[in-house]
């Protein structure tokens, strides 16, 4: 069974302190800590760890695909 996150929890999963990170798009929460776009917990200077991206892939030069290539460890409430 998956994780439930709370907005707060997901937040604390931002890659900082030896935290994985993790981030959560149309309700899936994403382990991303593997991709090196993310090592330091902050993508392409514009998205941290620990958020909700739903609403910016729209200004990403990808789709929805890229997140197949990372594994689901929760849902957020």
């Given at each position: ?12 999963y931002n890659g900082q302190n030896g935290k994985p990170v993790y981030i ?54």
């Amino acid at each position: 069974m998956l994780k439930t996150f709370t907005y707060a929890e997901l937040q604390e999963y931002n890659g900082q302190n030896g935290k994985p990170v993790y981030i959560c798009f149309k309700g899936n929460v994403y382990d991303v800590s593997g991709s090196d776009l993310w090592k330091t917990g902050r993508h392409q200077n514009r998205h941290d760890g620990g958020d909700d991206l739903t609403d910016f892939l729209n200004q990403a030069p990808h789709g929805e695909t890229v997140f197949t290539r990372f594994p689901i460890v929760g849902k957020l409430e």
